[in-house]
T-cell receptor
């Protein structure tokens, strides 16, 4: 069965304390892996798409990487405004284009 | 990215009534839109895929007669929750794909439905 698992469930960091979030997947026929940020009471905000193992993408303090079994979202020197839930999702190599989401990591960055 | 709006942002209705939620693409013509549901402290669960001019495709376990989806134009999809019950209270979010890469999805701000 196809699965997407994110860890940790919650993460508390001090401002400036770098860390990584993990998204592991068991999907046959992966087209792409997506990272989103979601603030409370709002829709997800698109961050990155990764399509092949070895690919990396960066945006400000965030860097996403992909292997054949997992993806990491590295947060360098986080700030309190980075506090949010980070969601990863996978898309199958079929015609549906639908996304299957993990349960998310709730990140809290303290000043 | 794409700009997606939803209306209303919040709605409270009585049990047994129907509620319509609109999802609009403000700057892109979307042939495909998606509807998700999110319960508190849980992740997004896909309900259905909405294709312009054709019937929606529902995920397993989602009642198509209860959650009516209409994608009448390239910029508008609607979700109607019929005969709503308290267990339908949730955060409903739409998304669209096809902007730039055909695979990326951009989400609306969501609609909080509370059924009393």
């Amino acid at each position: 069965e196809d699965q997407v698992t994110q860890s940790p469930e919650a993460l508390r960091l001090q401002e400036g304390e770098s860390s990584s979030l993990n998204c592991s997947y068991t999907v046959s026929g992966l087209r792409g892996l997506f990272w989103y940020r979601q603030d409370p009471g709002k829709g997800p905000e698109f961050l990155f798409t990764l399509y092949s193992a070895g690919e990396e993408k960066e945006k400000e303090r965030l860097k996403a990487t992909l292997t054949k079994k997992e993806s990491f979202l590295h947060i360098t020197a986080p700030k309190p405004e980075d506090s949010a839930t980070y969601l990863c999702a996978v898309q199958f190599m079929d015609s549906s284009y639908k996304l299957i989401f993990g349960s998310g990591t709730r990140l809290l960055v303290r000043p | 990215g794409a700009v997606v709006s939803q209306h209303p942002s919040r709605v409270i209705c009585k049990s047994g009534t129907s509620v319509k939620i609109e999802c609009r693409s403000l700057d892109f013509q979307a042939t495909t839109m998606f509807w998700y549901r999110q319960f508190p402290k849980q992740s997004l669960m896909l309900m259905a895929t909405s294709n312009e001019g054709s019937k929606a495709t529902y995920e397993q376990g989602v009642e198509k007669d209860k959650f009516l989806i209409n994608h009448a134009s390239l910029t508008l999809s609607t979700l109607t929750v019929t005969s709503a019950h308290p267990e339908d209270s949730s955060f409903y979010i739409c998304s669209l794909s096809g902007v730039g890469s055909a695979y990326e999805q951009y989400f609306g701000p969501g609609t909080r439905l509370t059924v009393t």
